[in-house]
């Protein structure tokens, strides 16, 4: 049993340390549609690279349409991210770049959101892969709806599925405790038998002599 509890410890503590080196996982996932009043938004696009020892070269440019359906180029990434030589005065100081070095996530950020800023936004993506022999092309579009609200909704569903992660949390580190708790006793109780079975096994030639059986007559 002691050796079975020690086994399991390994393999949590070698869990945990392989989940601390672990790099990050890029995952292109859905971008928020909702953004508040006043606030930071971040208008999402992810790019992943699927194999990232190749190299890349990518560039980036995000559009946005209004009610009037026209298509304004609002922000660029060329070498390194900046605001379009024209672009308008709406926009300009209220656009940042919110993505990262490995240009896996090219995303943006808005300032201090306006109400005006409801519409569409297109993140368009052009990715120049170079191989040893050759080199190809691969593009990348992201269509995000924006609506700005005067105040944040509550996402019930999201709340939710916080709350039973937390309390799922709280279970499994219980029992965990309980199991490490039940092995300790086991473990306890498994020395102590051995031990009343090694005191009783000196404990009888000691009795032996104590008690001599009747002696033998010729």
Known sequence: MATQVR????????????????????????????????????????????????????????????????????????????????????????????????????????????LNDTGTYKCMAVRLYKYTFFKSTGTWKVTIDLKVKERASQDITALYSQIMMYVLLVFLTFWLLVEMIYCYRKISKSDDQAQDNATDYLAIPSENKENPGPAVTE
Not at 19 to 42: L, Q, R
Not at 67 to 74: A, C, F, M, Q, S
Not at 86 to 102: I, P, T
Request: glycine share 6%; charged share 30%; hydrophobic share 35%.
């Open 7 to 114: 086994v399991v410890l390994h393999l949590l503590l070698l869990h945990i340390f392989a989940g601390k080196k672990a790099g990050p996982v890029c995952v292109e996932v859905d971008p928020e549609t909702e953004a508040v009043k006043g606030e930071f938004m971040k208008l999402k696009c992810v790019y992943c690279m699927k194999r990232e020892e190749i190299s890349a070269t990518t560039t980036v440019e995000w559009y946005y349409i209004g009610p009037d359906k026209r298509e304004v180029l609002i922000y660029e990434y060329y070498d390194e991210p900046r605001e379009p030589q024209n672009v308008e005065d709406y926009w300009k100081g209220r656009l940042v770049w919110n993505g990262s070095k490995d240009m896996q996530d090219i995303s943006i950020g808005i300032l201090n959101v306006t």
